[in-house]
Every structure is written in structure tokens, then in C-alpha cells.
């Protein structure tokens, strides 16, 4: 099998592989791109496989990025339905699954993760699904019975989005959260305590500090066992305890990858010609004070941009605030910032009920918020985030104070 050489070869067809490439041909850049992504789609979003796509109310076409047509306009070859096996960096080639190689100029990893699977007895039992692809979703309805038992493990934004779409499909939703509150690694205790209260009123059953022992069935699942020897009977098992990152091939060629592969803020590796972005690209974070990684549309599309215009000459630093959202039932939580290693939780409402906001505070600044049905203070508290000025906490905390009008030292107007 020949091969097949490219100016920029885009491993991985996600979000970060699609922003990445038409930012480069805005950008004027006039060479070849080629995508390689495992899925045999075009580059779509994937938030709302575990919403809109899973509740029938979007098909697969309405999830594309683009239409059909841009790819071809633009002149990007989408090489669909294999990924990238090994990596040579000194000739620059990659070698496909099916074989073939491919020639790059400049490489950018934009493969993401794959769903971390348990690694308990009964782990591959049939029955037991992941959410991250539209095949994940399709085979999981093609699996949903009318009033199916599901158990899903793990208490992070997809179980619980998840949990959410099945319970108004009317199946049996029992959620399994290892830690002791739900989302714990990414909020504090006044919005998990929400959450696990929103969906227990949904009917949702809801267990923390639950930690799965074994799956149990013979050839499917049928059930759920926890190390306290409980049982949970179960038609379907849905798993989302996280991603690893793809980066093996990287890895293997000799790059740096502890947990993802380490990029500075131009989104640059090691190899001066290779770049990583996305969920898979270990990069320094201002918000964080260190190297993170962050799974997120908004984490995607920006450093998408930073290595396009890397490439284009342009050295635009990534220095994006992280903020994402998610949707359960009626409310709609968008989140601004890092709430990691904060020193104070400040509420704004009543959080028994939807409109109210979480602060976080570090050193006397706003460093994140968690808003829940509070759009203004979303919007509000991003420029408070990224001004890092010092906040009268008393009057952040009142809701009837705009948070615009709480920088220390400032009256409201």
C-alpha cells in the first residue's frame, strides 16, 4: 500500500479536529488537511448524545459540524473509519489500521479519549454500554426495553444527563456514585447535594459511596452487585467513569504523556512538528496554576484555534476561561472557571430550587462559578473570573446585588 502525504494531517475527528481545520483555511492556509477519525462520520458534536440524541429528538445528520459539502469545499479529505496505530517521527509518517501511510508536514493529536471501561467480574457482559459515540447511543436504544432497569455507574455530568433522559423515557434509573456526594471532583457540596435531591425527586435512585464489586448474569447482565454484598437487578448497565486519553501512539513514539500528551500554551509538544489539543492535550492552565487536562467543547475549540494560528505564524497563547454547561430535567448549570483548590464557597439563593449560584473564592477573588438556571450571573461572573479583582464577599453572596456591582470597594449602581 502506498502512501499519502499531507502538509497537515489531523489525527481524530471530533470537535478540536473541526474548529482546527476550518480555522486554518480562514486563516488563509493554502496547503493539504487531512482528518483521520475512527468513526466512519464526519466530525459531530457529541453534548447531545447523552440528551437530545438519546431522547429521539435530534437525528445523526443535525449532530454534523458541518454540512457534507464544507469538507470537500474547503478542500479537507476526511479519511473516515480507521485511526492512527504508530507514529514515526523522524520520516513523519503515521500507519493507519487498514494499513496504509499517511505523510505529514505538520501533525496535530486531536484523538480524545475512550470511555474508561470496569474492570470488575462481568465488566463484558452484554448489556453493559458507554456514551461517547453515536454507535455508543444506537446500540444502547437499539438495547432499551420498554421500562428497562438501567443502572448507570458513576455520578459525573454524562451518568447524570443520562439518568435524566431515561427516567422521562420512563425506565428504572438507579445511579451508582462511588464518592461520597456526587460531582465531587468538579463542585462543592451544595450543588451535589442539589443534584442528587433533583433526581431522588425525579425518581431516581440515587447511591453514594457505592462501589461496584461485580456484574452479574450469564452471557448479560442482569444485575449489579456492590461491595456490601447488595444486589440492584439490571436490564442495562451504562458506565461513565470517565475517559483515557488516546495518546499510545505518541506515547510509544516518545513523547511525554503522563495523563495526556504535554503541550505548552501554543499547543506545541515536544516535536516541533507535531501539536495536541483537546481532551487529549496535557496544557498549562492559568485558572488552574498548573498542566491539566480539560474535557470540554469550550476547551476544544479554542486550543483548535491556538494551533491553527501556531501553524499560521500567529502565536496566540492559550488563555481561554474554561466554562461549560450541562442539562438535566428543567435546569440548565453553566459553569465558569475552575472550582479546584478554593478557599471559599459562597451561595447566592435558595439552593433548594433552581436560580441560584455557587462562588468560589481564592485569596479573596472570584476563580469559578457554578450558576443553576442563572444566566445573569453566568454571564456576569466571567469577567469578574477573568478581571481577578479583589470581591466584597457579604455582597456576593446577596442575590439581590448584581455580581457585576461586588469588586471590593465598589457600591452597587
Known amino acids: 500500500m502506498g502512501q499519502t502525504d499531507y502538509d497537515i494531517v489531523i489525527a481524530g475527528a471530533g470537535q478540536a479536529a473541526a474548529q482546527c481545520a476550518q480555522s486554518l483555511r480562514q486563516g488563509g492556509f493554502p496547503g493539504s488537511i487531512a482528518i483521520i477519525g475512527d468513526e466512519d462520520a464526519a466530525p459531530y ?34 479519511l473516515t473509519g480507521r485511526r492512527v496505530t504508530a507514529v514515526d517521527r523522524a520520516e513523519r509518517t503515521l500507519t493507519l489500521t487498514d494499513g496504509a501511510r499517511v505523510g505529514y508536514g505538520k501533525l496535530i493529536w486531536a484523538t480524545g479519549g475512550r470511555p474508561r471501561r470496569l474492570s470488575c467480574p462481568g465488566a463484558g457482559l452484554a448489556g ?10 444506537d446500540a444502547l436504544k437499539a438495547d432499551l426495553v420498554p421500562g428497562a432497569r438501567v443502572v448507570i455507574v458513576g455520578g459525573g455530568y454524562i451518568g ?4 435524566a ?23 462543592s457540596p451544595p450543588v451535589s447535594a442539589f443534584y442528587a435531591e433533583l433526581h431522588r425527586r425525579h425518581g431516581v435512585d440515587v447511591r453514594l459511596s457505592a462501589q461496584v464489586s461485580a456484574l452479574r448474569g450469564e452471557g448479560r447482565v442482569n444485575g449489579v452487585e ?48 507535531i501539536l495536541a489539543i483537546g481532551d487529549c492535550a496535557l496544557h498549562p492552565n492559568a485558572f488552574a496554576g498548573r498542566a491539566i487536562r480539560l474535557e470540554s467543547v469550550q476547551n476544544a475549540v479554542d486550543q483548535g484555534k491556538v494551533a491553527a494560528d501556531t501553524i499560521l ?17 428543567d435546569v440548565k448549570m453553566q ?29 479573596g477573588r472570584l476563580i469559578a462559578i457554578d450558576c443553576l438556571n442563572n444566566a445573569r450571573d ?4 466571567k469577567a469578574l473570573i477573568t478581571g481577578g479583582k479583589l470581591i466584597d464577599a457579604a455582597r456576593a453572596a446577596d442575590p439581590s446585588v448584581e455580581l457585576k456591582a461586588v469588586i471590593d470597594g465598589e457600591q452597587a449602581a
Not at 160 to 163: H, I, R, V
Not at 170 to 184: D, K, N, P, Y
Not at 250 to 271: F, I, K, Y
Request: aromatic content about 8%; overall charge negative.
Open 165 to 187: 433522559v431515561l427516567r422521562a423515557m420512563g425506565h428504572e434509573v438507579t445511579v451508582l456514585e462511588a464518592q461520597e456526594r456526587l460531582l465531587a471532583r468538579v463542585t
Open 335 to 363: 459553569a465558569a472557571g475552575l472550582a479546584m483548590d478554593y478557599e471559599q464557597v459562597l451561595v447566592r439563593g435558595d439552593t433548594t430550587a433552581p436560580g441560584f449560584s455557587v462562588l468560589y473564592l481564592r485569596d
Open 45 to 78: 458534536e457529541r453534548p447531545p448524545l447523552s440528551k437530545e440524541y438519546l431522547a429521539g429528538k435530534r437525528d445523526a445528520a443535525r449532530l454534523a459540524l458541518r454540512k457534507p459539502e464544507y469538507w470537500q469545499e474547503k478542500q479537507v479529505s476526511l
Open 378 to 381: 453566568f454571564i456576569q461572573a
Open 313 to 329: 505564524g500567529l502565536e496566540k497563547p492559550y488563555a481561554a476561561l474554561p466554562w461549560f454547561w450541562s442539562d438535566q430535567y
Open 226 to 273: 456492590l461491595s456490601d454484598g447488595s444486589l440492584i437487578q439490571a436490564d442495562i448497565v451504562i458506565v461513565g467513569i470517565g475517559i483515557i486519553p488516546n495518546v499510545e501512539p505518541l506515547a510509544l513514539a516518545g513523547l511525554p504523556c503522563p495523563n495526556g500528551v504535554v503541550v505548552d500554551a501554543l499547543c506545541r509538544t515536544q516535536d516541533p512538528h
Open 128 to 137: 453493559v454500554h458507554a456514551i461517547r459515540t453515536i454507535a455508543d447511543i
Open 160 to 163: 447524570l444527563e443520562t439518568a
